[in-house]
């Protein structure tokens, strides 16, 4: 495929239509009854906002704390549920549901030519369900707290704290509702509600992302909507599943709390996949390198990833073998990874590279992903993981993946979409700057906890020697910087929101189906149904359109 | 392309062909919008599979480990009341599957009828699993109330179901407790799904005796069919799990 030429934006359109899904209809309750994918994602990326803030504040509470050596800030009672408090609303309340609810939402009707997703009322209890499961995790956190690490680990949580375990584990159950009710709606769409001639290898590599992702939600939550559940019985009525003492064994709840907790992680980064599929092969003006092989390997992704849960556990006492089998397992989910990244960068070979901001970000994800992925390698092989699990080195890991893939994906989505969301473009020279940033503060805040960790320092403490001081000092100053690069968006986008320069309907000359209708999008999405006639990333199809539409006008 | 906003505004007017009134806007077709919600549904079911699949796996697991407790436990349950509930359980999917039938052949009468017949054998099932918790009660097996080991360290040699049972060690003994913490959730979540099915069942007598249903729009009968069905089976392996693969 050849590259074309970039033009940007596009101003052929350049007023925002009167009508559309934003000005249909006015008032609080035309938001909050809303059946409309689009509002609904609008409804998830300001409460997720809200959410990132409160678990970035806590993460700052973190660093703040480890500045020194000795427990000056807060008490070891009080760090221990503020990092509690940091991982539950991170995970539960923000990656999981970050790129799925927001862009998801919004993107995967109009991405496959359809109305709405197929089933309206129920995306809207999932946002309630969010939105209920959020307020009680921030009244279980006014009201005292929950210290026993996001993983609610036994017998700790049934048996010794005496904290809120009870209400952050019935906030996660009922997250973890509004997390498979997103899935199943994704899935069903997906199926039911593809345009005439979208076909499944027509589809845009980020619904298949979303697809596999969507898989995961449906099938690993409700386990452990369950271990929860046994969780709450245990210590309420005193059932003996995880006591020992009536016969009861605790690693079971680990099997069943990483049986869901391992696929959760893919349900986290598979959508941010999705996203950098979008972007790399829009700002390098070619089709993804083998379509094919990276819309298979997020199925791949999310069939390994069910199989794999038990190296969190090497240090936990399970049998040799056992060890052994989930090492090995491990190291495949290194492959369907490895696709994605070495195709993404085949597509930039010989491509006409812009870069602007979502491609920013791409790259950003594309490096940081790329050492997280093999960081997890050194966690995956036994011998190892016994020397660097539970140090700084695992929790320098997960942030690679987490904070430098998923949030780096999550914000060049946010980017590149935000002209179809809102019709306007966000200002290009700050957004660069503020991916700049953030990338060279994520590296400060994270790349010296890989050091640490070698040199042993533990994770979950307050304290630590001395000698590890410099290295955390690093750390909490590259936090700081993160913490601009995070907060720089939320202006400007804010601020976009009036000023920006209007986007029309195709500012990054993209061929997806959700570019060719106007932005904002019509509720309906759609004036006529689109027929898909050509292939994803086809961009010579765009020129002929562009052709087409030259000689009709002239 | 539809970049031209006089097309946008005006397509949406221009929808007002014909189609039933419970045809939501966003799909193209009934066929296309029955399809979605069944295959919705059955996806749901899938969730629901995973959800006890959890509790499954644990009993699998401590039943291989604590044979001796378990089978030592398993005997203190009815078979009787449970083959009388699995009975009313299996009535019950038979009248669901014929209202179903009446639904789809618009016979309101029969739908009501077959509505009602699910509702009772529905709450026949809970009352003899209230009579069958009772009992648990009144002998002190419920964990974490008062539990005592005494019917398996001193089987009950008048019982004709306890009386063959050798007196089990203290060590095995406490693992008595597991099986009823594991009898009660997976029973009690079982009873949970079956609350809320006859919470919606009530609904739809209602409903269907207003003709909701017999009007060709069968979506919400059939995938209540399919959640009830669901629900006995699930009965279905739970009754042989708990009170049967253990008796000689």
């Known amino acids: 495929m050849s590259a074309t030429i970039v033009s940007l934006p596009d101003q052929t359109t350049a007023r925002i239509p009167k009508v559309n899904y934003l000005t249909k209809e006015n008032g609080i309750l035309s938001w909050l009854l809303t059946g409309d994918h689009k509002r609904i994602a609008i409804l998830y990326l300001i409460s997720l906002s809200f959410f990132f803030f409160i678990g970035g504040a806590l993460a700052g509470l973190i660093r703040l704390e480890l500045l020194t050596p000795q427990t000056d800030l807060m008490a070891t009672d009080t760090y221990n549920k503020v990092f509690t408090m940091h991982g539950v609303i991170m995970i539960f309340f923000f990656l999981v549901p970050s790129v799925p609810a927001t862009l998801g939402n919004f993107l995967i009707p109009l991405m496959i030519g359809a109305k709405d997703l197929a089933l309206p009322k129920i995306n809207l209890l999932s946002w309630y369900l969010y939105m209920a499961g959020g307020i009680l995790a921030i009244y279980t956190m006014a009201t005292g707290g929950v210290d026993t690490g996001w993983t609610f680990t036994t017998p700790l949580s049934t048996h010794y704290v005496n904290t809120n375990v009870l209400t952050t584990g019935l906030a996660a159950f009922i997250a973890g509702f509004s997390s498979i009710f997103t899935g199943l709606n994704f899935i069903v769409t997906i199926h039911k509600m593809r345009a005439p001639g979208m076909t499944w290898f027509r589809l845009p590599l980020f619904v298949w992302a979303h697809y596999a992702a969507s898989i995961l939600m449906v099938l690993a939550t409700p386990v452990v909507a369950i271990a929860i559940v046994l969780i709450a019985l245990e210590r309420t009525i005193g059932i003996g599943v995880f006591d020992p003492a009536k016969g009861g064994d605790p690693l079971l709840f680990q099997h069943l709390f990483w049986f869901y907790s391992h696929p959760a992680v893919y349900i986290m980064i598979l959508p941010g996949m999705g996203v950098i599929s979008e972007t790399i092969s829009t700002f390098s003006r070619k089709r993804v390198f083998g379509y094919t092989a990276v819309a298979f390997s997020s199925v791949a992704i999310a069939i390994f990833g069910f199989f794999v849960w038990a190296h969190h556990m090497f240090i936990m006492g399970i049998s040799n073998y056992a060890v052994l089998v989930f090492s090995l397992l491990t190291m495949l989910v290194a492959v369907p990874s490895a696709i994605k990244i070495f195709n993404w960068t085949f597509t930039l070979y010989k491509g006409s590279i812009t870069f602007e901001t979502p491609m920013l970000y791409t790259f950003g994800f594309m490096g940081l992903f790329t050492i997280g992925g093999l960081t997890g390698v050194f966690l995956g092989t036994s011998g190892t993981d016994i020397h660097l699990t539970e140090t700084y080195f695992i929790v320098a890991h997960f942030h690679f993946v987490m904070v430098g893939g998923m949030l780096m994906a999550f914000l060049a989505g946010i980017h590149f979409w935000w002209p179809k969301m809102t019709g306007r473009m966000y200002p290009e020279k700050i957004s660069q700057l503020a991916a700049v940033v953030t990338f060279i503060g994520f590296n400060f805040t994270f790349f010296p906890q890989f050091i640490l960790g070698t040199l042993g320092m533990p994770r979950r403490y307050a304290s630590y020697p001395p000698e590890f001081q410099i290295l955390n000092v690093f750390s909490t100053a590259g936090a700081t910087i993160l913490g601009v690069g995070y907060l720089l968006p939320v202006l400007y986008l804010t601020w976009s929101l009036k000023y920006g320069a209007i986007a029309g309907n195709n500012p990054w000359q993209a061929t997806g189906l959700e570019w060719q209708t106007q932005s904002p999008p019509l509720t309906e999405n759609f004036a006529v149904m689109p027929i898909m006639d050509h292939e994803a990333y086809d961009y010579e199809w765009l020129e002929r359109q562009k052709e087409i539409k030259v000689t009709h006008v002239g | ?248």
């Open chain 2, 1 to 248: 392309m539809s970049d031209s906003p006089t097309i946008a505004q005006v397509a949406p007017e221009a929808d007002h062909h014909e189609h039933p009134p419970y045809l939501r806007h966003h799909f193209e077709s009934t066929e296309q919008q029955a399809d979605a919600a069944g295959f919705a549904m059955w996806l749901f079911l899938l969730t629901e599979v995973m959800f006890f699949g959890g509790l499954f796996t644990a009993y699998l697991i401590y039943r291989n480990w604590y044979y001796p407790a378990f089978v030592a436990a398993s005997h203190q349950l009815s078979i009787p009341l449970g083959g009388f509930n699995t009975l009313l359980l299996i009535t019950s999917s038979f009248t669901m599957a014929m209202g179903v039938w009446c639904a789809e052949t618009r016979r309101k009468g029969g739908l009501v009828l077959c509505l009602i017949l699910t509702f009772i054998l529905g709450l026949g099932f809970l009352g003899v699993k209230t009579v069958e918790y009772r009992e648990k009660i009144e002998k002190h097996h419920v964990p974490g109330f008062h539990f005592s080991l005494q019917s398996f360290t001193h089987p009950d040699k008048t019982n004709p179901a306890t009386k063959n049972d050798l007196p089990l060690g203290d060590d095995m003994a406490r693992h008595v407790e597991l099986y009823f913490s594991l009898y009660f959730l997976m029973t009690g979540m079982h009873a949970v799904h079956m609350i809320i099915g006859i919470a919606i069942l009530g609904f739809m007598i209602f409903r269907a005796q207003a003709g909701a249903y017999t009007s060709g729009h069968v979506t919400f009968v059939e995938n209540f069919g399919l959640y009830w069905h669901f629900v006995d089976i699930v009965w279905i392996f739970l009754f042989p799990l708990l009170y049967l693969i253990s008796r000689h």
